[in-house]
């Protein structure tokens, strides 16, 4: 059974940092791209960033580039979200999500509608 797990929310201060993990199991993230997305109550849920399967190749939305950094470690089967000078419009559900790669190093997805493996989300509340 395919399965992501979340973990690495919490509660923290504007400005603050927090890292997200994403365990994959069931599945090897080796053939797969993968991608951070985030749903704030009231709106719908929007891409964060995601990398190709090699970790060759990310990308971001705007409004986190240049604060929030993604990573993977495929020996550990492992997905990663390094987030930097946190603000309060990053609280939300971060979800992690797996899409079979197109070809090895293909460019990851940064549309939701095409990730068919989610976890189940970890909660990042900013705030003082």
């Known amino acids: 059974q395919l399965q992501l797990v979340e973990s690495g929310g919490g509660l923290v201060q504007p400005g603050g940092s927090l890292r997200l993990s994403c365990v994959a199991s069931?599945?090897?993230?080796?053939?797969?791209?993968v991608g951070w997305f985030r749903q704030a109550p009231g709106k719908e849920r929007e891409v964060v960033s995601c990398?190709?399967?090699?970790?060759?190749?990310?990308n971001y939305a705007d409004s986190v580039k240049g604060r929030f950094t993604v990573s993977r470690d495929n020996a550990k089967n492992t997905l990663y979200l390094q987030m930097n000078s946190l603000k309060p419009e990053d609280t939300a559900v971060y979800y992690c999500?797996?899409?079979?790669?197109?070809?090895?190093?293909?460019?990851?997805?940064?549309?939701?509608?095409?990730?068919?493996?989610w976890g189940q989300g970890t909660q990042v509340t900013v705030s003082s």
């Open positions: 069931g599945f090897s993230l080796d053939y797969y791209s």
């Open positions: 990398i190709n399967d090699k970790g060759s190749s990310t």
């Open positions: 999500a797996a899409l079979p790669r197109v070809l090895p190093q293909w460019a990851c997805v940064m549309a939701p509608g095409s990730y068919g493996t």
